[in-house]
Protein backbone atom coordinates (compact mmCIF):
# COMPACT_ATOMS: atom_id res chain seq x y z
CA UNK A 1 0.00 0.00 0.00
CA UNK A 2 1.56 3.31 -0.89
CA UNK A 3 1.78 5.90 1.90
CA UNK A 4 0.45 8.75 0.05
CA UNK A 5 -3.02 7.97 -2.17
CA UNK A 6 -4.95 10.69 -4.06
CA UNK A 7 -8.30 10.38 -5.74
CA UNK A 8 -9.78 10.82 -8.35
CA UNK A 9 -6.77 9.65 -10.68
CA UNK A 10 -8.39 11.80 -13.18
CA UNK A 11 -10.99 14.98 -13.28
CA UNK A 12 -12.85 16.67 -15.99
CA UNK A 13 -15.25 19.28 -15.08
CA UNK A 14 -16.68 22.26 -16.89
CA UNK A 15 -15.59 25.93 -15.88
CA UNK A 16 -16.51 27.43 -13.26
CA UNK A 17 -17.65 24.29 -11.01
CA UNK A 18 -15.75 23.63 -7.67
CA UNK A 19 -13.08 21.13 -7.49
CA UNK A 20 -11.90 19.04 -4.63
CA UNK A 21 -8.86 17.18 -4.43
CA UNK A 22 -8.43 14.05 -2.08
CA UNK A 23 -4.96 13.32 -0.08
CA UNK A 24 -4.93 10.55 2.43
CA UNK A 25 -1.59 9.00 4.06
CA UNK A 26 -1.12 6.63 6.61
CA UNK A 27 2.74 7.89 8.26
CA UNK A 28 3.19 10.35 10.69
CA UNK A 29 4.01 13.95 9.05
CA UNK A 30 5.58 16.97 9.86
CA UNK A 31 4.15 18.96 6.81
CA UNK A 32 2.18 18.10 3.71
CA UNK A 33 2.78 20.29 0.18
CA UNK A 34 0.42 20.47 -2.99
CA UNK A 35 2.15 21.28 -6.34
CA UNK A 36 0.85 21.96 -9.37
CA UNK A 37 2.81 20.37 -12.56
CA UNK A 38 1.64 21.45 -16.26
CA UNK A 39 2.20 19.06 -19.26
CA UNK A 40 6.09 19.00 -19.73
CA UNK A 41 6.43 21.46 -17.35
CA UNK A 42 7.92 22.49 -13.81
CA UNK A 43 6.58 21.88 -11.01
CA UNK A 44 5.17 25.11 -8.50
CA UNK A 45 4.43 23.91 -5.00
CA UNK A 46 0.94 25.79 -4.48
CA UNK A 47 0.94 25.04 0.03
CA UNK A 48 2.74 23.69 2.59
CA UNK A 49 0.55 22.54 5.14
CA UNK A 50 1.07 21.50 8.79
CA UNK A 51 -2.35 21.77 10.44
CA UNK A 52 -5.68 24.00 9.72
CA UNK A 53 -6.35 25.50 6.22
CA UNK A 54 -4.69 27.70 3.68
CA UNK A 55 -5.69 30.17 1.01
CA UNK A 56 -4.53 31.52 -2.20
CA UNK A 57 -7.03 33.43 -4.65
CA UNK A 58 -9.16 30.22 -6.04
CA UNK A 59 -7.06 27.87 -4.12
CA UNK A 60 -8.01 26.23 -0.66
CA UNK A 61 -5.99 23.74 1.21
CA UNK A 62 -7.10 22.00 4.50
CA UNK A 63 -5.61 19.48 6.48
CA UNK A 64 -6.65 17.32 9.17
CA UNK A 65 -3.75 15.47 11.32
CA UNK A 66 -5.79 13.04 13.21
CA UNK A 67 -7.36 12.12 10.09
CA UNK A 68 -4.33 11.93 7.99
CA UNK A 69 -6.04 13.82 5.30
CA UNK A 70 -5.82 16.51 3.30
CA UNK A 71 -8.43 18.47 0.29
CA UNK A 72 -6.97 21.03 -2.36
CA UNK A 73 -10.26 23.06 -3.22
CA UNK A 74 -10.43 25.17 -6.76
CA UNK A 75 -13.56 27.39 -6.80
CA UNK A 76 -14.66 28.77 -10.22
CA UNK A 77 -12.66 26.74 -11.98
CA UNK A 78 -11.13 27.82 -15.23
CA UNK A 79 -9.37 25.69 -18.23
CA UNK A 80 -5.83 27.36 -17.49
CA UNK A 81 -6.06 25.28 -13.85
CA UNK A 82 -5.81 22.15 -15.99
CA UNK A 83 -2.80 20.61 -14.61
CA UNK A 84 -1.68 17.44 -12.74
CA UNK A 85 -2.02 17.83 -8.32
CA UNK A 86 0.22 16.11 -6.69
CA UNK A 87 0.55 16.13 -2.54
CA UNK A 88 3.14 15.18 -1.03
CA UNK A 89 4.58 15.15 2.65
CA UNK A 90 7.81 15.23 4.79
CA UNK A 91 7.57 12.22 7.45
CA UNK A 92 8.12 13.44 11.42
CA UNK A 93 11.14 10.59 11.34
CA UNK A 94 13.18 13.09 10.35
CA UNK A 95 14.29 12.49 6.82
CA UNK A 96 14.28 15.46 5.06
CA UNK A 97 12.58 14.43 1.52
CA UNK A 98 9.27 14.30 0.13
CA UNK A 99 7.08 11.55 -0.39
CA UNK A 100 4.47 11.98 -3.44
CA UNK A 101 1.20 10.92 -4.81
CA UNK A 102 0.50 9.63 -8.18
CA UNK A 103 -1.27 12.82 -8.59
CA UNK A 104 -4.66 14.00 -9.66
CA UNK A 105 -4.74 14.89 -13.78
CA UNK A 106 -7.51 17.85 -14.08
CA UNK A 107 -9.31 18.68 -17.36
CA UNK A 108 -11.37 21.71 -17.10
CA UNK A 109 -13.35 22.41 -20.43
CA UNK A 110 -14.62 25.86 -21.54
CA UNK B 1 10.59 28.33 -10.93
CA UNK B 2 13.02 31.13 -12.25
CA UNK B 3 14.98 30.68 -8.98
CA UNK B 4 16.33 26.71 -9.16
CA UNK B 5 17.83 26.64 -12.26
CA UNK B 6 18.48 23.18 -14.19
CA UNK B 7 20.17 22.64 -17.17
CA UNK B 8 19.63 21.68 -19.59
CA UNK B 9 16.20 21.24 -20.04
CA UNK B 10 16.52 18.05 -22.43
CA UNK B 11 19.76 15.84 -22.67
CA UNK B 12 19.55 12.89 -25.20
CA UNK B 13 22.05 10.24 -24.74
CA UNK B 14 23.04 6.94 -26.26
CA UNK B 15 23.05 3.90 -24.47
CA UNK B 16 26.49 3.37 -22.69
CA UNK B 17 26.99 7.57 -22.62
CA UNK B 18 26.91 9.80 -19.47
CA UNK B 19 24.29 12.09 -18.72
CA UNK B 20 25.41 15.37 -16.83
CA UNK B 21 22.36 17.14 -15.03
CA UNK B 22 23.24 20.31 -13.47
CA UNK B 23 21.41 22.25 -10.62
CA UNK B 24 21.94 25.68 -9.23
CA UNK B 25 19.65 26.41 -6.35
CA UNK B 26 17.64 29.36 -5.33
CA UNK B 27 20.25 32.01 -3.63
CA UNK B 28 20.78 31.65 -0.54
CA UNK B 29 19.67 27.82 -0.18
CA UNK B 30 21.66 25.42 0.75
CA UNK B 31 20.06 22.26 0.88
CA UNK B 32 19.36 20.46 -2.65
CA UNK B 33 16.92 17.60 -3.44
CA UNK B 34 16.41 15.34 -6.55
CA UNK B 35 13.99 13.78 -7.88
CA UNK B 36 13.15 11.28 -11.25
CA UNK B 37 9.49 10.90 -12.74
CA UNK B 38 9.92 7.56 -14.97
CA UNK B 39 7.11 7.79 -17.75
CA UNK B 40 3.59 7.34 -16.16
CA UNK B 41 4.67 7.27 -12.40
CA UNK B 42 4.62 9.69 -10.15
CA UNK B 43 7.98 11.76 -8.73
CA UNK B 44 10.34 9.27 -6.18
CA UNK B 45 13.18 10.89 -4.11
CA UNK B 46 16.55 10.24 -4.77
CA UNK B 47 19.30 12.13 -3.02
CA UNK B 48 19.43 14.65 -0.60
CA UNK B 49 22.41 16.90 -0.68
CA UNK B 50 23.85 19.82 1.34
CA UNK B 51 27.54 21.56 0.17
CA UNK B 52 29.54 19.15 -0.04
CA UNK B 53 27.74 16.38 1.74
CA UNK B 54 25.25 13.72 0.89
CA UNK B 55 22.82 13.72 3.74
CA UNK B 56 20.21 10.89 2.41
CA UNK B 57 21.15 9.00 -0.70
CA UNK B 58 18.41 6.40 0.18
CA UNK B 59 16.63 6.54 -3.14
CA UNK B 60 19.50 6.72 -5.76
CA UNK B 61 20.25 3.69 -7.42
CA UNK B 62 23.24 1.41 -6.44
CA UNK B 63 24.95 1.89 -9.52
CA UNK B 64 25.63 4.27 -11.95
CA UNK B 65 24.01 6.80 -10.03
CA UNK B 66 26.09 9.39 -8.30
CA UNK B 67 25.77 13.15 -6.90
CA UNK B 68 27.18 15.84 -5.58
CA UNK B 69 27.10 19.32 -4.34
CA UNK B 70 30.41 21.00 -4.11
CA UNK B 71 31.08 24.35 -2.37
CA UNK B 72 31.43 26.46 -5.37
CA UNK B 73 28.98 25.69 -8.38
CA UNK B 74 25.97 23.67 -9.40
CA UNK B 75 24.68 19.97 -7.83
CA UNK B 76 25.28 17.59 -10.62
CA UNK B 77 23.31 14.45 -11.03
CA UNK B 78 25.82 11.79 -12.78
CA UNK B 79 24.31 9.06 -14.63
CA UNK B 80 27.17 6.55 -15.99
CA UNK B 81 26.60 3.99 -19.26
CA UNK B 82 22.88 5.00 -19.30
CA UNK B 83 19.94 2.91 -20.33
CA UNK B 84 16.99 3.06 -21.39
CA UNK B 85 15.79 2.58 -18.63
CA UNK B 86 17.02 6.03 -17.26
CA UNK B 87 15.05 8.21 -19.44
CA UNK B 88 12.82 10.09 -17.24
CA UNK B 89 12.25 13.88 -15.92
CA UNK B 90 14.94 14.49 -13.29
CA UNK B 91 13.79 17.63 -10.86
CA UNK B 92 15.64 19.30 -8.87
CA UNK B 93 14.53 21.38 -5.71
CA UNK B 94 16.06 23.37 -3.35
CA UNK B 95 15.50 24.55 0.38
CA UNK B 96 16.67 27.46 2.86
CA UNK B 97 17.69 25.02 5.72
CA UNK B 98 16.45 21.59 6.64
CA UNK B 99 13.36 22.33 9.14
CA UNK B 100 10.98 21.28 6.12
CA UNK B 101 11.12 24.74 4.18
CA UNK B 102 9.10 25.13 1.23
CA UNK B 103 11.13 23.06 -1.46
CA UNK B 104 11.51 25.63 -4.48
CA UNK B 105 11.74 23.43 -7.70
CA UNK B 106 13.19 23.88 -11.58
CA UNK B 107 11.74 23.13 -14.41
CA UNK B 108 13.52 19.78 -14.78
CA UNK B 109 15.54 17.61 -17.03
CA UNK B 110 14.13 15.52 -19.72
CA UNK B 111 16.36 12.99 -19.97
CA UNK B 112 16.03 10.37 -23.03
CA UNK B 113 18.02 7.41 -24.04
CA UNK B 114 18.34 6.01 -27.75
Known amino acids: KNEVEQSPQNLTAQEGEFITINCSYS?????LHWLQQHPGGGIVSLFMLSSGKKKHGRLIATINIQEKHSSLHITASHPRDSAVYICAFVSDQGAQKLVFGQGTRLTINP | NAGVMQNPRHLVRRRGQEARLRCSPM?????VYWYRQLPEEGLKFMVYLQKENIIDESGMPKERFSAEFPKEGPSILRIQQVVRGDSAAYFCASSRDRDWQPQHFGDGTRLSIL
Open chain 2, 27 to 31: KGHSH
Open chain 1, 27 to 31: VGISA
